[in-house]
């Protein structure tokens, strides 16, 4: 037949017609005017992977009225000039938007910090405040470990766990853990019954008191342990020599410690061994400062 | 608010300026380029083209149509705002470090530099507002400071009667603009500390002083007398007076005693800072620039304000309605009390 196809009614013949192309006509954008004063536009189009998409925009149009000096409206169109000549319309990339700041004039307005309020620090504030936190060592409204009474007030517990501890060596433990843990939280023994609990420690009570403890620095890396027990040996009875190693080559760190069973001893040690020459270095002698935390 | 970063210069920058109506910013900078944005978006209307070396300072004319530039290249330059065309150069033997058109439009004065074997001087020129007419290359008037130290920035008064300058030991002079008479001075900032900014109020009644003594001053333009002291806590750059109804003066600066605070490290710490104008008290500050501000000015519509910094960026910044809306107790209770 005739190359060209011809819609004629009554044709009989459509069937020897090439295949239609429906899939690739694409139905035209219907406009229809809503209820509300808003258009409805639906569209169709292809896609990158050759997929027909459908898309359907409801847009409202407002026309906004706003004043403007003549001269400003003129400069507007004004045509650009410079090295901005033939670039389009609106900013190009000399221009970026920055960050939202949040500005409000106040009264009395303080610097430093004030204006931002880190979002971890609202959400712990606001945490604080929903949770029932109560220290243990005060009761005041604070986690204990930031409690600002900790040195202070945790006192008031030595004192009362020691009174109880006296009372007897199995009793005494028992009742201690007791006392020490109210709550029902378990407290290791070396905690409980406030530290240095009388008849608790093996060895009497200046086994490790810092009383009669010296702290001898600038020892040289070839001293022993021996050898400073010797030499401190002959002011009074030592009970525990402490000397700092390092742990993979075994040489002396510099610094000991000394522990005698008189404190009296201690103190004459101190004046005697002070400056004492010992290998190749002058050993300077004081007293150990008092273990803290505890 | 979110501000709107102009990043058309390389260098730092050294001075913007609005036009009348508030809808241009010129700024220059320390590369030798004039640029000029549209404040309502940040868009570039474009650059004028013609100076070599650092460009120190920029006005233009209350009808912009006249742009005027000085600096290292000992000139200074007259435009035409619209098609960057360059109407006129006055050369001279130092750099010029200020121009000021006058209130009409109708003077334009350059302040250049002082150097060995040249003194300070301030020069005026008679410009008629229509570009196709050429601008005079003799000056009106020359004012020569010899007796003082150094002038760094001038400025005309009200009704063209004075001529203000600020010089570098701290202090502000009154002269005559028609005579070139001095009148008086008034040794208002710390003595050393130059005056680095000079600003006016809307009818060029009184004036702002900005100074490395870490003080920004309120003079009144005809008897000198310091009106107001405002204190921040590094030396000031730039000091701009925003326009009525808004009580309020924005201070620039640099170089300040930064706390560690934690703000996003996107953004810059150097501050623009808010007072009241009556009160003397800071009400607020704006951060954001990576340099210390080098340059700060309010549009005189009052809906906009914009700040050149060392980092060679220049921020503008809308105000929100909240703003607008702040007012100190006592002012609320006048406003009620005259309606009443």
């Known amino acids: ?68 000096n003549p001269r400003v409206a003129e400069r507007r169109q004004w045509a650009k000039m410079g090295p901005e000549a033939n670039k389009p319309a609106g900013p190009g990339d000399t221009t970026t938007l920055g960050e939202n700041i949040i ?22 504030n606001d945490a604080l405040k929903k949770m029932q936190i109560k220290c ?70 200046f086994e490790r008191d810092d009383l009669a403890t010296l702290r001898v620095t600038n020892v040289s890396e070839l001293a022993e342990e021996q050898d400073l027990r010797d030499m401190f040996e002959r002011h009074g009875r030592v009970t525990r020599v402490f000397l700092a190693k390092d742990r993979e080559t075994g040489r002396a760190k510099g610094f000991a410690f000394v522990s005698y069973a008189d404190r009296a001893d201690a103190a004459r040690a101190c004046e005697r061994m002070d400056g004492y020459g010992f290998g190749h270095l002058i050993l300077r002698v004081e007293f150990a400062k008092k273990a803290d935390g505890k | 608010m979110r501000p709107i970063l102009l990043s058309g210069h390389e260098r730092a920058l050294t001075q913007v300026k609005f036009s009348k109506e508030g809808d241009l910013i010129f700024s220059v900078s320390k590369d030798h380029v004039v640029c000029a944005w549209y404040s309502a978006n940040g868009e570039r209307f474009g650059a004028y083209k013609g100076h070599q070396g650092a460009l120190w300072t ?88 010899d007796e003082q130290p150094r002038v760094t920035v001038a400025g005309f008064s009200y009704l063209n009667h004075f001529i203000i300058m600020g010089h570098e030991d701290g202090s502000v002079s009154q002269w005559d603009a028609k005579s070139g008479e001095h009148i008086k001075d008034n040794y208002s900032h710390e003595d050393g500390m130059q005056v680095s900014d000079l600003q006016w109020s809307a009818d060029r009644t009184y004036f702002l002083t900005a100074s490395k003594d870490k003080t920004a001053k309120l003079h009144d333009t005809a008897t000198l007398e310091v009106l107001k002291t405002y204190t921040a806590d590094t030396p000031l750059n730039s000091a701009a007076i925003c326009p009525d109804p808004q009580q309020y003066v924005i201070l620039g600066g640099g170089q300040a005693a930064m706390d560690v605070t934690t703000t ?48 060679g960026y220049v921020r503008v910044h809308h105000f929100d309605p909240p703003y607008f809306d702040f007012q100190f107790e006592v002012e609320r209770e006048a406003r009620a009390e005259s309606r009443i």
């Open chain 2, 264 to 311: 996003s490290q996107r953004q810059g710490k150097f501050e623009a800072r808010f007072y009241h104008k009556v009160f003397e008290e800071e009400i607020g500050r704006v951060r954001g620039h990576f340099g210390p501000l080098n340059s700060v000015a309010v549009d005189p519509t009052g809906k906009c304000y914009c700040s050149g910094g060392e980092d």
């Open chain 1, 103 to 124: 500005f409000r004039p106040q009264v009395g307005f303080k610097a430093g910090g004030v204006q931002e309020k880190a979002p971890e620090e609202e959400k712990k």
């Open chain 1, 1 to 68: 037949m005739a190359t060209t196809v011809q819609n004629t009614p009554g044709r009989t013949d459509w069937a020897e017609d090439g295949e239609p192309e429906l899939a690739s006509v694409l139905p035209q954008p219907v406009t229809t005017k809503n209820k509300d004063g808003t258009e409805t536009v639906v569209s169709y189009y292809l896609n990158e992977a050759g997929k027909k998409v459908k898309r359907t925009q409801r847009i409202r149009r407002t026309v906004v009225k706003k004043r403007e």
């Open chain 1, 136 to 205: 243990r060592i005060c009761s005041g409204d604070h986690f204990t470990t930031k409690c600002p009474f900790k040195d202070s007030m945790a006192a008031p517990e030595e004192g009362t766990g020691e009174g109880a501890g006296g009372e007897g060596g199995g009793d005494g433990i028992d009742a201690a853990g007791g006392l020490g843990s109210t709550t029902g939280a378990y407290v290791p023994i070396h905690l409980r019954n406030g530290r240095k609990g009388e008849g608790e420690r093996m060895g009497g009570k």
């Open chain 2, 58 to 145: 920029v006005d233009v004319d209350p009808t912009t149509t006249l742009l005027a530039t000085g600096g290292a290249d000992n000139t200074m330059r007259l435009w035409e705002v619209r098609t960057g065309k360059l109407l006129k150069t006055w050369d001279y033997a130092t750099s010029v470090k200020r121009v000021e058109f006058s209130e009409d439009g109708r003077q334009l004065l350059a302040v250049t530099e002082k150097r060995t074997g040249q003194l300070s001087t301030v020069y005026i020129y008679d410009i008629s507002p229509d570009p196709s007419e050429p601008a005079p290359s003799e000056h009106a008037l020359r004012i020569v400071v």
